[in-house]
């Protein structure tokens, strides 16, 4: 089943913030606290919302603007079947919560009025018109719905009970026999209680899910080469070869030379940043020809039947004494997209060059001032459990070209983590269950939410050490963002800066639920491996030995 990652932000009226902000407190009311309490109100969500894994309500509040609230959630299946249990759940309650915020200026104006009115009217419509998609997003243990999850989760339970034997009963049956027959005997055991082990195993993520995610990369990547060679394409036409070459040689000589002289970096950050751009593309050479391949075809068939029927146009309004044939088209525009290509060696420099001419004038906020309220919050309600939550809201650069690569980067990162962390993890990162970036306002703002396991500063080290290359590009675009080098190097390896600066971000989440607060992403991982090979008929010495490591 798919799931989904979304948000819905909505201006607050400043008058009723505090209003607002009680009204989200009020549906924890009851809620135990400790690490070993059991949240009735959660307990609700969790029967009428069946379908949920995470959900947040918070509100941001900053000098710069009106307060914001912001529900995030991450679920199985459709919008609008999420919208209609979640009114099932909490639809009066949310009414009131949609009362303290702004009515919108657009369209959705009119809806804003009724669903607010005295009259029962159905609020879920006006959630799904307001709901903001992520401009790059991450689902960690991606194509397990939370029943399998939390199915797993008991079996797992039962496993270790059946292994541990009943206290007092002496040594275990499984201790000293051989691998297969473990499986087998427990295999007998646990099928009594969990039938559906004999069912036909249910594929995390189908062969045709998998294409898509690569066709989406690669149609992304020949989009991008297609108009970065745009003007090269023009200039073919235009220009005879050698011209053209000799120009195009002549400016990316030019422009290379002067990024080169700009490329020094900064002072010790203290984390190595061993990321190697030429490196990656080496190691990608396979899919980087598949997309220059690709790029060629695809440009060819999509502007030569274009120029083609142009041709007819032109002759039609006797501009040109002849129609032009299919095949001379095809060739001409073929050579003319190989030729443009070529432009990228001046236009992909030129465009470096004019980022690092930006980049070195940026300002960033090395030791911001944090609300010590709002800090002391957050560490009140985080670590009672294996998971936490964290929100930040910040205020976008200005600027054509920046807006045009994060903009463009965010949506290629999505389309590259979509594709390649089909694992359960992000990369060698193990503690992000979702994640997701999201701009605001006209993109004069930028929403993150993560759901993650441990601490806030395990998190970011883990971010600062291992993924600090996509966080750069994520984030290189806010306002007092530590400084950042040709949109990937440095930024987030200054580790002390960059988590002064997320503290500053950050607002409590001031409702916070998890269907299954107490597995961690490598757990929930390990039980699907262990339910995984439970639920194979008979496994070899070799593959039986490899399952019961994770016993």
């Known amino acids: 089943m798919r799931q989904t990652t979304l948000c819905v932000p909505l201006e607050v009226k400043p008058e009723s913030c505090s209003r607002l902000t009680a009204l989200l407190e009020e549906l924890r009311v009851g809620e135990e606290t400790g690490p070993r309490a059991v949240p009735q109100k959660y307990a609700a969500l969790a029967r009428e919302v069946p379908t949920l894994h995470f959900m947040s309500m918070s509100v941001f509040t900053s000098a710069a603007y009106d307060p914001i ?25 949310l009414r009131s919560v949609l009362r303290c915020c702004k009515r919108p200026l657009d369209e959705d104006g009119p809806l804003y009025d009724s669903v607010t009115s005295q009259e029962p009217v159905p609020i879920a419509p006006y959630f799904e018109a307001r709901t903001q998609k992520p401009s790059a997003f991450h689902q960690g243990n991606r194509g397990l719905t939370r029943d399998r999850i939390l199915r797993e989760a008991r079996l797992f339970d039962a496993v270790r009970a059946e292994l541990d034997g009943p206290v007092g009963a002496g040594p275990s049956p499984y201790r000293g026999i051989e691998p297969v027959a473990v499986h087998a005997r427990l295999k007998q055991q646990m099928v009594t209680e969990h039938p559906w082990l004999n069912e036909p195993w249910e594929k995390r993520l189908t062969f045709g899910e998998r294409i898509r995610d690569f066709v989406r990369l690669l149609a992304f990547a020949v989009l991008l080469l297609l108009v970065l060679s745009a003007p090269g394409i023009v200039l073919s036409v235009m220009l005879p070869p050698w011209h053209y070459l000799a120009a195009i040689l002549i400016v990316a000589m030019a422009a290379v030379a002067i990024v080169f002289s700009k490329r020094k970096p900064l002072g010790d950050t203290g984390v190595a940043d061993d ?28 502007l030569a039947p274009v120029v083609w029927g142009l041709g007819y146009v032109l002759e039609f309004v006797r501009l040109v004494g002849h129609a032009p044939d299919l095949q001379t088209v095809f060739a001409a525009i073929a050579r003319a997209v190989l030729l443009g290509f070529l432009s990228l060696a001046a236009t992909v420099p030129f465009l470096v060059l004019w980022l ?7 300002s960033s906020h090395d030791a911001p001032e944090a609300n010590e309220h709002l800090l002391r919050e957050m560490i009140r309600r985080e670590d009672w459990i294996v998971q936490n939550h964290m929100g930040s809201l910040v205020l976008v650069k200005p600027g054509v070209l920046r807006t045009l690569l994060v903009r463009v980067g965010h949506l290629g990162l999505g389309l590259l983590v979509r594709a390649k962390a089909t694992n359960g993890y992000l990369g060698n ?60 190097y440095d930024g987030a390896t200054q580790g002390r800066q960059f988590k002064n600066w997320g503290l500053a971000t950050r607002t409590v989440s001031r409702f916070w639920y998890s269907a299954y607060p107490q597995l961690a992403v490598n757990q929930i991982e390990r039980n699907t491996r262990i339910a995984s090979g439970l639920a194979a008929q008979a496994l070899t010495d070799k593959e039986a030995r490899e399952w019961m490591r994770d016993l």
């Open 69 to 93: 609230f912001v529900m995030e959630a991450n679920f199985d299946g459709s919008p609008s079947v999420f919208w209609g249990q979640m009114e099932a759940a909490f639809g009066e309650r």
């Open 275 to 302: 990321f190697s751009l030429l490196g990656f593309l080496a190691r990608s050479w396979l899919l980087i020809a598949g997309i220059l391949l690709a790029y060629v075809v695809v440009a060819t068939v999509v």
């Open 356 to 362: 690092r001419y930006i980049e070195r004038r940026d």
């Open 429 to 488: 990162m193990r503690t992000i269950h979702f994640a997701h970036w999201a701009f605001l306002n006209n993109g004069s703002r930028l929403l993150f939410f993560s759901n993650f396991d441990h601490s806030w500063d395990s998190y970011l080290d883990d971010f600062i050490e291992k993924a600090h290359t996509g966080l750069t590009m994520a984030w290189t675009c806010s306002v007092g963002f530590p400084a950042t080098r040709f949109l990937i």
